[in-house]
């Protein structure tokens, strides 16, 4: 198993991503800088969290234009499976890859907080029986706010596209439980063909013992069974 993580100017979770997979998962995973325009053989491509060229004209809006995006779309086509995290979800809506768009969260404030998330049943291997109903997971964020129109928000609920919402420690997902006022307390999101992942919460920063959880390690085998099972090796 081969992932490459993208740096772009402004990450500052590229080390962290790559840690998680090398360290947490035990599996081969390199940096690919942003003006490279091919990805070479992967089978995981991990968009990483930071604040992609400062997030100065707006969150993804800049590294969606960045060269490697095109070999991370073709990539994406061919079935090659692709995890966006935090900044990455924002680049991933960006680029269209995934539906709706990321917002200034409701307070109007950066949160950086462990909120409890409730797992979906989502794909064969994104589900609560293989990932556990709740899983905590760190977010730091300023744009986290989850949009998407009604007959978008439709869509993503019939084809089981939703992998995680936030929820209070019963399961409940109340406003109170809701660090940034997304949509139905979405936190995370597949394509439809269920190759394309993103989330705000960092499983790269929830798999050490000295992390706030270790439930980052079973969001990253997810990913990992996912292109097991998809592809190999898209080059």
């Not at 409730?118 to 029986?129: I, K, M, R």
Request: overall charge negative; some cysteine; aromatic content about 8%.
């Amino acid at each position: 198993m081969s992932v490459g993580v993208i740096q772009f100017p402004g990450s500052n979770c590229d080390q962290d991503a790559l840690h998680a997979f090398t360290r947490g998962m035990d599996v081969e995973a390199r940096m690919i800088w942003h003006k490279d325009d091919h990805l070479g053989d992967l089978d995981v491509v991990v968009i990483p969290g930071g604040f992609s060229y400062g997030d100065y004209l707006r969150c993804g809006a800049i590294a969606r234009f960045s060269p490697i995006m095109r070999a991370v779309s073709e990539f994406a086509e061919r079935g090659g499976v692709v995890l966006g995290i935090c900044n990455g979800f924002q680049i991933l809506c960006e680029a269209s890859l995934l539906p709706g768009a990321l917002i200034w969260n409701n307070c109007l404030e950066y949160r950086c907080v462990t909120p409890t998330l409730a797992v979906q049943d989502s794909t064969p291997v994104f589900n609560p029986e293989s990932i556990g109903s709740r899983i905590q997971l760190p977010i730091g964020h300023g744009e986290g706010n989850f949009r998407i129109d009604g007959e978008g928000l439709a869509s993503l609920e019939a084809n089981r596209q939703v992998l995680l919402r936030y929820c209070d420690a019963e399961g409940r997902l109340t406003p109170d439980a809701n660090p940034n006022g997304s949509i139905e307390n979405i936190a995370g999101i597949r394509n439809k063909r269920g190759n394309v992942f993103g989330m705000m919460p960092h499983p790269d920063r929830a798999f050490e013992p000295y992390h706030p959880s270790m439930d980052g390690l079973k969001i990253l085998r997810a990913i990992l069974d996912t292109a097991s099972t998809t592809t190999t090796a898209v080059s």
